[in-house]
């Protein structure tokens, strides 16, 4: 499902070119539920984006569903992250001036309204059909189930840190997505609110959807059916 | 979410940035339309002041004797009135408010007055304007002061002149110069009065009030009576015709030096507003690039919430600037007191440039707000 093929990725800066990434190839599966480890630097947030078709490699190539994402076009590349791709973030990264609600339905207005009824997902498949209406609907729910049902009105800035990352957690879901990419999403939270939203992630895990997460911390390793160790931008081991 | 309803969120969000933004806007149409509205006035007014201080050019027969004429204050030659039927027909002539015109010295009740003829204004094809002086009408007469004074003549007194029959229309105030000795009567009555039928020796006229302080205005207007009027001269009133051009070219170079530069400080407000904008929304940038936001929608949050700008500032300039112009105006341009009204035609003006005024000094921000990488700014803590 996701294919990196001899992935290299560098950075040019004033005091000389870094290499973020160095020959990667991996395959993941759909359906698994990979945790990428390594120390800070070692490349872990630079593999996500390239695989979240945000972040174009040095060289190499990177297949998403049998895709071939570097070679889309801007714009389709745009269509293809928001149909297939959820994002979990370390700093939550919620729009300030909308509430929580909005936050979630942002991802809606993205999601061509056939892309969901052409892969045969039908109305369940909810930013694609998702009218604002049915939106409005679909986010309440994502909410309630996160626990976020009394905060739907709230700004981020009235949240605690647990409750963003959860609305974080729904406005990736909200899209029905086939990947979800998550990077350090319990960097800022207590053990508690870590433990639970590494617990949604293993859920949707667990509904068929892949999960990618980056995090140099151990607890998420017990979901895993794969752990990737990365050092200097190079794959030490897996598996 | 609509673009519009995240443009509208995102104002109420950052109220300062967008006051600020507006507050640029808001300055250089409110000066714009003020300047504007009491350099109108002023120009109105200066156009009403020259018509009060009389016609500032003469056509007279060409083999006038300019001294005699100097002396006499007209000429002692005449010319055809077909002259000004030819002369006001031409449409591309830089002369108006054309009069045909008798004046001769005669002796009247053992006083020696100034007879002068008039025909009511004429205005060449497409350029009608209100008349600049009163119509004189067949059998009246306006007396000067020292006339009706020293004679006892007043308003619907009857004079017999040299056998034509007048009705005094109105004995005139005092003038303090020729004046005071003229009668003024219907041109075809003066023609009477001096055996002189169909003749004129004089065209009084005004310029166009076209003419740059560069240009030569007497050198172009006398070409033009040359090819029309071969026997006919022009003669220009001189100060007249500069202090003319002179006040109304003032207003002019209080636009040129001022509103370029408002316009370009308030362009560099808005443009440094939105740098600042879009670098506080770096990662809300990078998280709708990630929600799969393409640069079109996001191109269009900032040039959106900048029409927006623009828009609003527009109208509050308008009736800002409008307001200033009726309050201080009449102590900036002293003359243009009673002639300030406001121009509502800017308004409508003013609400198409300025919002793409806005849009255009936003664009160089929009264009860095899409190409953030967004792996970048979704990294940073």
């Not at chain 1, 409005?136 to 996160?146: C, G, I, M, P, R």
Request: hydrophobic share 45%.
């Amino acid at each position: 499902m996701v294919v990196l093929e001899n992935v290299v990725k560098t950075y040019r800066r004033r005091r000389g070119d870094v290499k973020a990434l160095s020959d990667i190839n991996l395959q993941i599966e759909k359906g698994e539920f990979v945790v990428v480890c390594g120390p800070s630097g070692s490349g872990k947030t630079t593999l996500l984006m390239t695989i979240a078709a945000m972040l174009q490699p040095t060289s190499g190539s990177v297949c998403v569903e049998q895709n071939d994402l570097y070679t889309m076009s801007i714009r389709d590349r745009a269509k293809f992250r928001a149909e297939n791709i959820g994002f979990v973030f370390q700093m939550f990264h919620l729009v300030p001036y909308l509430n929580i609600i909005e936050n979630v339905v942002l991802a809606c207005r993205c999601v061509s309204p056939l892309s969901a009824v052409a892969d045969g997902k039908g109305g369940q498949q909810a930013g694609g059909v998702a009218s604002r209406d049915s939106g409005a609907v679909k986010a309440n729910e994502l909410l309630k189930q996160l626990g976020l049902a009394k905060r739907a009105f709230h700004r981020p800035s009235e949240l605690s840190a647990g409750e963003k990352q959860r609305a974080a957690i729904a406005r990736a879901l909200f899209n029905r997505p086939k990947i979800i990419l998550a990077d350090e999403p319990t960097g800022n939270l207590d053990p508690d609110n870590a433990a639970s939203v590494i617990g949604y992630l293993s859920e949707f895990h667990h509904s068929g959807g892949t999960v990618i997460l980056a995090t140099h911390g151990t607890e998420a390793e017990q979901f895993a059916d794969r752990i990737i160790h990365l050092h200097n931008g190079s794959i030490d081991n897996s598996g | 979410m609509t673009i519009l309803n995240l443009i509208f969120k995102e104002i109420i969000h950052r109220k300062i940035n967008f006051i600020l933004g507006l507050l640029a806007v808001l300055i250089a149409v409110a000066l714009f339309i003020s300047f504007f509205t009491a350099g109108q006035a002023s120009s109105r007014e200066t156009t009403r002041l020259m018509r009060d201080m009389g016609f500032n050019l003469r056509i007279i027969p060409k083999k006038t004797d300019m001294s005699k004429f100097w002396m006499a204050g007209f000429s002692e030659h005449t010319m055809p009135e077909e002259y000004i039927d030819t002369f006001a027909s031409q449409k591309d002539i830089s002369y108006n408010h054309l009069v045909a015109t008798l004046q001769a010295k005669i002796l009247w009740r053992d006083v020696e007055v100034i007879l002068t003829g008039l025909e009511p204004e004429r205005c060449p094809p497409g350029r009608e304007k209100p008349p600049m002086s009163f119509e004189i009408k067949q059998g009246t007469a306006y007396i000067g002061y020292e006339l009706a004074q020293r004679l006892e003549l007043k308003k619907g007194s009857t004079i017999d002149i040299r056998g034509k029959t007048l009705t005094v229309e109105k004995a005139l105030s005092e003038s303090g110069g020729v004046d005071d000795i003229r009668i003024q009567c219907h041109l075809r009555d003066a023609q009477d009065i001096l055996n002189l039928k169909g003749q004129i020796n004089e065209i009084k006229a005004i310029d166009c009030l076209c003419f740059a302080l560069t240009d030569d205005p007497l050198t172009v207007l006398r070409k033009e009576l040359d090819a029309v009027l071969p026997e006919a001269k022009t003669i220009q009133m001189k100060p007249m015709a500069e202090a003319r051009a002179q006040t109304r070219q003032l207003v002019r170079n209080v636009f040129a030096v001022i509103m370029p530069i408002v316009v370009v400080a308030c362009g560099a407000w808005i443009g440094v507003l939105a740098i600042m904008n879009v670098r506080d929304r770096q990662q809300e940038i990078g998280i709708m690039r990630a929600l799969g936001y393409d640069s079109g929608r996001i191109t269009l949050l900032f040039l959106g919430k900048a029409v927006i700008i623009g828009l609003l500032g527009a109208a509050a300039g308008f009736f800002i600037g409008t307001a200033m112009a009726l309050n201080f105006g009449p102590g900036i341009f002293k003359v243009t007191a009673k002639a300030i009204k406001p121009e509502y035609v800017w308004l409508a003006w003013s609400l198409i440039v300025a919002p793409v005024f806005t849009a255009v000094s936003s664009f160089i921000p929009a264009m860095i707000a899409i190409t953030y990488d967004p792996a970048v700014t979704l990294r940073e803590e």
